[in-house]
């Protein structure tokens, strides 16, 4: 495989989306992406699913002219590219094999003081959250308890994926900085 040298003509050519270039920025990445997928996934399903989000990602972002520096556009990819293949692993994580006999297996082995606990961590994360602005509490819920795509709470709250992770960088350290006085508060009231 030959190396490719990017320029703002070559970007400027995408952007367009002149179809020659397109064809020739594809094939050319697509070589090298199937090489990385192949060595981190296992199924053909996989890789074809992790390599068309980057390349849908790559064009998006070229197309919205988020691309800075056009000499670095194959460090872009592969970063796209790194940062789909994460997301993969953390939405497969999320979705791991149910339990052979069913759904309700640990049903009969519920430990109560399990259960306590994990109740009184709710109700104390629910009562940070009502302390906290309306537009962090927002963010944390959509993020964290109803487990949004980013992409979906960015359209939710009418900002860009930069901005909503600053945005949710300062929600979670007000709610950190919360945790403090919600452990002094529960212990108080349980004494």
């Not at 367009?16 to 594809?26: G, Y």
């Amino acid at each position: 495989m030959t190396y490719q040298a990017f320029d703002d003509d070559y970007v400027n050519r995408l952007i367009a989306q002149d179809a020659e270039t397109e064809h020739q920025f594809i094939s050319y990445f697509n070589a090298l992406l199937v090489i990385k997928l192949k060595r981190t996934l296992r199924t053909r399903q996989a890789i074809e699913d992790v390599r068309q989000e980057t390349f849908l990602r790559v064009f998006r972002a070229i197309r919205r002219n988020e691309l800075a520096k056009p000499e670095r556009l194959g460090a872009f990819v592969n970063g796209v590219c790194n940062n789909v293949l994460a997301e993969y692993y953390r939405s497969a994580s999320r979705l791991g094999p149910l339990p052979a006999d069913g759904l309700d297996s640990s049903a009969e082995y519920r430990n109560p003081e399990t259960e306590l606990q994990a109740e009184e961590r709710k109700r104390r994360v629910h009562g940070i959250l009502k302390e906290l602005p309306a537009k962090d509490q927002e963010i944390l819920r959509l993020i964290f308890i109803e487990e949004q795509e980013k992409d979906e709470v960015c359209r939710r709250c009418g900002v860009d994926r930069g901005y909503l992770r600053v945005m949710l960088h300062r929600a979670k350290n007000r709610f950190r900085n919360q945790l403090p006085k919600a452990g002094t508060a529960s212990r108080s009231a349980s004494v």
